[in-house]
């Protein structure tokens, strides 16, 4: 079996060891050492809720609070680190620590799955992964139980605040709150900023981490004090790019929701304007995949929900614990449109040009994304005539870009419908092309055949 295993495409193995993670989690939260007396969740629920979490979404059909012990949260916790970092790099991790080596075709497995291109230091970076992480949930840790502690006291306190800080961290979304998600911390700053703060970090990537960290090192073992400017142009062209992109768009969407919600006696016009500003601030991260909510999306414009699907569309930068299209996708697409109005063939940025094979990667993701969407929102629409088009929408994509927010539809649909929302899920966590490419069996080799050129009117 081994054997057989390891002689499966990357595709195969990075779809199959989400598959596995996701059926050992769902007959461990059908166990009844996992449920409550009066939890109401079938298997069916337990396998939505084991995909919604090991595809770090937060989208449920019973809620982790009404459904699941301790001991089934426990098991919930750790299907979100699992999904959050992924079970090819946990084990190549393992092996490595333990002095161990693994084979080209599972290295290049886990470098497909955490979004990097070499294997250079590549035990070091296994490494840093998990330390990093566990140094950015155990300070969310210690930083939420200063508010959930004397709340719930200290056993129920910590618990939670560990929850939060490893659901935050893997952009996961779920907490053992109930249905209303954070919405009765709206106007707390502590529970915000470290919420959001989380979800950045694990959002951003791990390779824009160790840039970072290198930077500030190198800043400060020179004892040199550069300016901002400085410091920003020595990092990477990637980390630059990943975290321009992220900074535009908090701060865009921050004012597009701020404006637009301003009056609205539903959502946050009865606040004060800087619980506006926090509240608009958490709503515009928490879009970026992560799934935590303050507010009830139901009460919000339409206008608002249309902008949320183009961040959610969006999502966090690569190899990070977020989903969707990623923001330096999104960038290579947006400066290929720029360019090309300016007459431009190549895609430059900061005195780069980006290589044509990337560009039309760039394009190759966001058409099998689209597409993707496209084909699961038509389904869910057709299935559920009944519901507003962009309540059908803000959920499909909530679902395909692994963001986990809801205007309270996905447990009120069918069987047949939460069906096609899990699939959203595993495709938006592996890759709508990593599904595909594992589904396909390739028995021989494709030549790529260049014949001559032919003309066809575009436009």
Request: proline share 3%; charged share 10%; aromatic share 12%.
């Amino acid at each position: 079996m081994l054997k057989k295993f390891s002689s499966w495409s990357v595709s195969q193995k990075i779809a199959t060891s989400f598959a596995f993670v996701i059926f050992t989690g769902s007959i461990l939260l059908t166990l009844p050492i996992s449920q409550l007396p009066t939890s109401n969740a079938t298997y069916f629920d337990n396998l939505f809720t084991a995909i919604s979490m090991v595809c770090v979404t937060g989208l449920f059909t019973e809620s982790v609070h009404d459904s699941y012990t301790i001991f089934g949260q426990v098991v919930g916790m750790a299907l979100m680190q699992i999904g959050g970092l992924g079970l090819m790099t946990l084990i190549a991790s393992v092996i490595t620590r333990l002095k161990g080596r693994i084979g080209l075709r599972n290295r290049l497995a886990v470098q497909e799955g955490i979004n990097r291109g070499d294997a250079r230091g590549f035990r070091e970076y296994l490494s840093d992964i998990l330390k990093y992480t566990a140094v950015f949930e155990g300070l969310g840790f210690i930083l939420l139980s200063f508010r959930f502690v004397p709340d719930m006291g200290w056993g129920m306190g910590l618990f939670t605040s560990l929850f939060l800080a490893i659901s935050a961290f893997c952009n996961a979304g779920f907490d053992p709150m109930g249905n209303v998600s954070l919405v009765d911390y709206v106007h707390d700053p502590l529970v915000n900023y470290v919420i959001t703060s989380l979800i950045i970090l694990g959002g951003i990537g791990f390779s824009v981490w160790f840039d970072v960290s290198k930077s500030v090192k190198c800043y400060f073992a020179k004892k040199c004090r550069p300016s901002l400017k400085v410091f920003f142009r020595g990092l990477s062209l990637h980390s630059r790019l990943a975290v321009s992109v992220s900074l535009v768009l908090i701060l865009v969407g921050l004012v597009f929701f701020v404006a637009v919600e301003y009056n609205n006696p539903n959502s946050i016009g009865t606040f004060t304007f800087q619980q506006k500003l926090m509240a608009g601030y958490f709503q515009t991260v928490t879009m970026r995949t992560a799934g935590f909510a303050t507010i009830d999306y139901t009460t919000v414009y339409p206008f608002t929900l249309f902008w949320f699907v183009l961040t959610m569309f969006v999502g966090g930068s690569p190899g990070g614990t977020a989903g969707g299209l990623k923001t330096t996708t999104f960038a290579i697409i947006f400066l290929t449109l720029y360019n090309e109005l300016r007459g431009q063939s190549n895609v430059n940025i900061a005195n780069h040009t980006i290589s044509r094979p990337q560009v039309r990667q760039a394009f190759v993701i966001f058409m099998a994304l689209m597409g993707t969407l496209i084909l699961g929102t038509s389904v869910l629409s057709i299935l559920n005539p009944e519901v507003d088009f962009i309540y059908i929408l803000f959920e499909a994509v909530s679902a395909i870009a692994t963001v986990g927010v809801s205007a309270n539809l996905t447990p009120t649909l069918g069987e047949l419908s939460q069906a096609v929302i899990m699939v959203l899920m595993f495709a938006g966590r592996i890759g709508p092309i990593t599904m595909l490419d594992s589904l396909v069996r390739r028995t021989q080799k494709v030549q790529d055949v260049e014949f001559s050129k032919g003309t066809i009117l575009i436009g």
